[in-house]
């Protein structure tokens, strides 16, 4: 079973607030991602972390969204100003390397922006 | 760009019946993508089922088995003899050899028949 910690499990905004949540990879885990589900159950890539160092990131996320893994501190992801498409299942996952080995997903965040 | 296909949202299998879920890929920008199949059981967190990292090459776990073809670009997940306990949403999944980030179908929920 996954060891993925993702808090909090639930959270609801309003247009307009920001919205953070954290993850806390499995342990010995260097790579860590973050993927959008939204409600039509369409998964996105939204960025990844090699220890503190951004890898890759969709334009999306260059705007409103930012993330971060700083050393020694959970992951977080925080939407800066929550629009109504957002509303979605936020999932973090973590892994020993980039290449083609098992990604481990935390249960996830469900924002729901009224 | 590159996509993952799976034709069927929903699937009702009898007990003991054989289960075949499709799936269908297209990699135009990674040359041989590793696959996958992750399944979500109700009430869990995504997990990984099976994965290929080689064309021609079989997976299997728990009783399902996946067969990467990459002729007819597709990674059918099947099992010959499905149990009430099988019931979930299954996924498959590609990713370039070095980059990691997954991309999803749409995810083909199972039910099963008493």
């Known amino acids: 079973n996954s060891k993925v910690i993702q808090t909090p499990r639930y959270l609801v905004k309003g247009q307009g607030q920001k919205a953070k949540m954290r993850c806390i990879p499995e342990k010995g885990h260097p790579v860590v991602f973050w993927y959008q589900q939204n409600k039509n159950n369409e998964f996105k890539f939204l960025i990844n972390?090699?220890?503190?160092?951004?890898?890759?990131q969709i334009d999306m996320t260059e705007k409103r969204f930012s993330a971060e893994c700083p050393s020694n501190s959970p992951c977080s992801l925080e939407i800066q100003s929550s629009e109504a498409g957002d509303s979605a299942l936020y999932l973090c996952?973590?892994?020993?390397?980039?290449?083609?080995?098992?990604?481990?997903f935390g249960p996830g965040t469900r924002l729901t922006v009224l | 760009g590159d996509s993952v296909t799976q034709t069927e949202g929903q699937v009702t299998v009898s007990e003991s019946k054989s289960l075949i879920i499709n799936c269908t890929y297209s990699a135009t920008s990674i040359g041989y993508p590793n696959l996958f199949w992750y399944v979500r059981y109700p009430g869990e967190g995504l997990q990984l089922l099976l994965k290929?990292?080689?064309?021609?090459q079989k997976g299997s776990s728990r009783g399902f088995e996946a067969t990467y073809n990459k002729e007819a670009t597709s990674f059918h997940l099947q099992k010959a003899s499905v149990q009430e306990s099988d019931s979930a949403v299954y996924y498959c999944?590609?990713?370039?050899?070095?980059?990691?980030?997954?991309?999803f179908g749409q995810g083909t929920k199972l039910s099963i028949k008493p």
């Open positions: 972390f090699q220890n503190q160092e951004v890898l890759q």
């Open positions: 996952a973590s892994s020993l390397s980039l290449g083609g080995l098992e990604q481990y």
């Open positions: 999944a590609l990713s370039a050899y070095n980059q990691g980030k997954l991309i």
């Open positions: 290929v990292i080689t064309a021609g």
